[in-house]
Antibody, heavy 120, light 107 residues
Framework: EVQLVESGGGLVQPGGSLRLSCAASGFTFSSYWMHWVREAPGKGLVWMSRINGDGSSTTYADSVKGRFTISRDNDTNTLYLQMNSLRAEDTAVYHC?????????????WGQGTLVTVSS | DIQMTQSPSSLSASVGDRVTITCRASQSISNYLNWYQQKPREAPKLLIYAASSLQSGVPSRFSGSGSGTDFTLTISSLQAEDFATYYCQQSYTTPRTFGQGTKVEVK
């Protein structure tokens, strides 16, 4: 059974940093692109970043480029999101998700999410 | 960036109703359009991929259509468990933009 479990969220002050983790199981992690998507309170889904299977290619939304870094450890089947220079508008639930090329590059499995609150 | 516009933003419906949600892309995305369902405090769930293909395990009352810039999600007979928010998303290019969501509420 495919499972994605996020952790690492919490309360952080503006300008601070946080690293999110996403533990993957039930599939060959290194074979899949992985994504981060967030949802601010009362708002919709917003795509943040993606990384390819071996970690050599990454893409970011303009809103987080230069502040957030996506990475992965295929030995431990873990996806990461390093978030620096955090702002109040980064407050959201952050989900990791798996992309499947065979289904139109859709995101077929998602984690429940971890809440990040940026506030003084 | 490709903008995805859903309509309506919300709708009220009853069990058994036929429900249609539309999604328009700001440029052609071929059939790289996906639909997700999200319930409060749950992870989003993939319903439809590649505009019209039903994800495994999803009830056949859900269907999708369209190509290019205009797409539709249809629920043929709304069930109690279908009250949720629905999002379209383009997977044609990055950033992988989502529509703003359509909340389906009880009438």
């Amino acid at each position: 059974e495919v499972q994605l479990v996020e952790s690492g969220g919490g309360l952080v002050q503006p300008g601070g940093s946080l690293r999110l983790s996403c533990a993957a199981s039930g599939f060959t992690f290194s074979s899949y692109w992985m994504h981060w998507v967030r949802e601010a309170p009362g708002k919709g889904l917003v795509w943040m970043s993606r990384i390819n299977g071996d970690g050599s290619s990454t893409t970011y939304a303009d809103s987080v480029k230069g502040r957030f870094t996506i990475s992965r450890d295929n030995d431990t089947n873990t996806l990461y999101l390093q978030m620096n220079s955090l702002r109040a508008e980064d407050t959201a639930v952050y989900h990791c998700a798996r992309e499947v090329a065979a289904t139109g590059r859709s995101l077929d499995y998602w984690g429940q999410g971890t809440l990040v609150t940026v506030s003084s | 960036d490709i903008q995805m516009t859903q309509s309506p933003s919300s709708l009220s419906a009853s069990v058994g109703d036929r429900v249609t949600i539309t999604c328009r892309a700001s440029q052609s995305i071929s059939n790289y359009l996906n639909w997700y369902q999200q319930k409060p405090r749950e992870a989003p769930k993939l319903l439809i991929y590649a505009a019209s293909s039903l994800q495994s395990g999803v009830p056949s009352r859900f269907s999708g259509s369209g190509s290019g810039t205009d797409f539709t999600l249809t629920i043929s007979s709304l069930q109690a468990e279908d009250f949720a928010t629905y999002y379209c998303q383009q997977s044609y290019t990055t950033p992988r933009t989502f529509g703003q969501g359509t909340k389906v509420e009880v009438k």
